[in-house]
C-alpha cells in the first residue's frame, strides 16, 4: 500500500510483476516508473479441505497449489504448460487456463474471492468463504484478467476441486488437419466431455519428431490427445463414444494411451521446441467456435502460403483456443512486415468466426493495438472509465490493454 501511495504522490507508473512467464509483455514496465516483483511473496496462507479451499498470496506457484491441494484429494483446475514456474498471480492477472479447461473453465471459475490494494492505494476485500455469494457486483471476476492494471492482488482464496478417482487418455492420428478437426466439433457434440482435447498440426508433429524421432507414424499429419476422467465406469463409457467419433475419412488409427504422463510431457514441450525452427515466434492464443475450427485452421493455412511464413499450430482444441505461432527472423525485415501483415488476417479471421483474440495469455502490451477490432467503442470507453475509478491517475501498469 505505501509503495502505491508513494508512486501516486510522484506520479510514477507501477508495474506488478509475478515470475515473469506471460507471453503477452503483461509484466514489462513499457513505460519505466517502478516493478513492483512479488516473487516472495510465497505464503500458503491456509489449507481447509472441508471447505475446499486455499487461501494463498500471490507469488506461490501454480505447482505448489497443486502440491498442497494433492495431499487433501484435490486439485486446482487451472493448469498452464508453465505451471511449475507461473506463479498464482500471474494466473489470476490473466484468467490463465490450460488444457484441462475444457471441462472445467479457468481461473476465473476456481477463484472466490481477493485482497488487493487499487491505483488510489485503498485495500479492498472482494468475493467471499463461500461457494453461494451474491452480495453487491462481481469485483473478483473483474479484477481476474485485469493484468494488474485496476488493483494489485495481495491474497486469493481458491476454490478446490476433487481428483477424479480415475484418468485414461486416448490418441486418434490423421492424414489431414481437415478431418482431424472434424472430428473435434464430433466429440464436443457428445453428452461425455473430455478433461482435455489438444490439437496437434502437422509442423507441430514434425518438431516432436525431431527430438524423439521413433515416437510418431510417420503418414500422420494431424493428431488428436484426449484425456478422460471419472470412474473407472465412466472413462470404460466415455472412451467408446470418443472413439466412435473419431471414425471418419481420414483416420489413421486411434487407440488408448497407455502412458498419458509421457502425452503431456510431451505436448508441453511444444513451445520451447519452436525455437529450432526460428529465432524469434509472434505467439497468438485465439479461441473460435468450436464448429468453426475447421473454417478457422483452413484459413490459418491459407495465411501461412499467402505470406509465405512459417506457422505451427496446437492447442486447447475442446474450447476452440489454438495457439498460433508465427515463426520469423527478427533480422529480416521483409518477413517481419509479412508477419505483420498475417497476423493482422489471422485476428480479422478470428473476429468473422465469432471469436476472440485471446483466450489465456491476456492482452498485455502485444496485442494492445488490435483490441478495437473486437471490442467496440462504446464498450472500450466504459472500461476504461472503470480504469478511472480504481486508478485515477493511471498509475498501475500503463500502456497495457488499451489501443
Same mark, same amino acid.
Given at each position: 500500500m505505501s509503495v502505491v501511495t508513494l508512486c501516486n504522490d510522484y506520479q510514477v507508473p507501477l508495474t506488478p510483476r509475478g515470475r515473469g512467464t506471460g507471453t503477452a509483455g503483461g509484466s514489462l514496465p513499457v513505460q519505466g516508473g517502478v516493478a513492483l516483483s512479488l516473487e516472495r511473496m510465497l505464503q500458503i496462507i491456509k489449507v481447509d479441505p472441508a471447505n475446499r479451499v486455499i487461501i494463498t498470496e500471490p507469488g506461490v506457484l501454480n505447482q505448489s497449489i497443486q502440491d498442497a491441494a494433492l495431499g487433501h484429494g484435490f486439485f486446482w483446475p487451472p493448469d498452464p504448460s508453465s505451471a511449475a514456474y507461473c506463479s498464482v498471480g500471474g494466473n489470476l492477472a490473466t484468467s490463465a487456463g490450460g488444457p484441462h479447461a475444457v471441462k472445467y473453465g479457468t481461473t476465473r471459475d476456481h477463484v472466490l474471492g481477493l485482497k488487493a490494494v487499487t491505483g488510489r492505494g485503498e485495500v479492498i476485500k472482494t468475493g467471499c468463504y463461500t /461457494?453461494?455469494?451474491?452480495?453487491?457486483?462481481?469485483? /473478483?471476476?473483474?479484477?481476474?484478467?485485469?493484468e494488474g492494471t485496476l488493483a494489485i492482488i495481495t491474497e486469493a482464496t481458491l476454490k478446490l476441486t476433487p481428483l477424479p478417482s480415475a484418468i485414461g487418455g486416448l490418441t486418434a492420428h490423421y492424414r489431414n488437419a481437415t478431418s482431424c478437426a472434424d472430428t473435434i466439433v464430433a466429440i464436443m457434440a457428445l453428452p461425455q466431455v473430455p478433461s482435455a482435447l489438444e490439437f496437434l498440426d502437422e509442423g507441430s508433429l514434425n518438431l516432436i519428431r525431431r527430438r524423439f524421432p521413433d515416437m510418431l507414424p510417420s503418414d500422420t499429419r494431424a493428431m488428436l490427445m484426449i484425456e478422460l476422467d471419472g470412474t473407472p465406469r465412466d472413462i470404460l463409457e466415455s472412451t467408446e463414444s470418443v472413439l466412435l467419433a473419431c471414425q471418419r475419412e481420414g483416420l489413421l488409427h486411434a487407440e488408448r494411451a497407455s502412458d498419458t504422463a509421457a502425452l503431456w510431457k510431451t505436448r508441453k514441450a511444444l513451445s520451447p521446441l519452436l525455437r529450432d525452427i526460428a529465432p524469434k515466434k509472434i505467439n497468438e492464443d485465439v479461441v473460435v467456435p468450436v464448429a468453426s475450427l475447421p473454417e478457422l485452421l483452413a484459413g490459418l493455412k491459407h495465411l501461412s502460403i499467402k505470406y509465405q511464413i512459417v506457422n505451427v499450430n496446437f492447442g486447447h482444441a475442446g474450447n476452440g483456443n489454438i495457439h498460433v505461432n508465427l515463426l520469423v527472423n527478427p533480422e529480416d525485415n521483409s518477413e517481419m512486415a509479412r508477419a505483420e501483415r498475417c497476423l493482422d488476417e489471422v485476428f480479422d479471421l478470428v473476429i468473422r468466426l465469432n471469436g476472440t483474440l485471446s483466450g489465456e495469455h491476456g492482452i498485455g502490451s502485444e496485442k494492445r493495438a488490435y483490441v478495437s477490432k473486437e471490442v467496440d467503442v462504446t464498450t472500450?470507453?466504459?472500461?476504461k472509465s472503470i480504469k478511472r475509478v480504481f486508478d485515477p491517475n493511471n498509475i498501475l501498469n500503463p500502456g497495457k490493454m488499451f489501443p
Open positions: /461457494t453461494k455469494g451474491v452480495v453487491g457486483y462481481d469485483l /473478483t471476476r473483474l479484477l481476474i484478467g485485469s472500450l470507453a466504459l472500461m
